[in-house]
């Protein structure tokens, strides 16, 4: 009967970290809106956030590579669009 009892508590236990989880992520997702994390995540991913901090080389080759590939993006972008996209 013991065994019956614990099987139960940990069924319990298991269903209430699940209910735990799922409100914490739906707090998250209403307490913050996905284009205000989406921005902080675009903000930190130029500024190099995730380079060494104490190595500011590699922190401003990172910002410098990004920033240039997001340049060469833009630029790729406007050529194929005046290109194929627009009347002429």
Do not use: C, N
């Not at 205000?36 to 995730?50: E, I, M, N, P, Y």
């Not at 972008?77 to 996209?85: A, E, N, P, Q």
């Amino acid at each position: 009967m013991t065994d019956k009892r614990r099987e139960a508590e940990e069924a319990r236990k298991r269903e209430a970290d699940e209910a735990l989880r799922r409100v914490e992520r739906d707090s998250e997702t209403i307490g913050t809106s996905s284009y205000t994390r989406v921005a902080r995540q675009a903000s930190d991913h130029f500024s190099g956030k995730d380079a060494d901090p104490d190595d500011r080389i590699e922190v401003w080759g990172r910002r410098i590579g990004r920033i240039a590939g997001l340049i060469f993006f833009i630029g790729l972008v406007l050529y194929l669009v005046t290109t194929y996209v627009l009347p002429r």
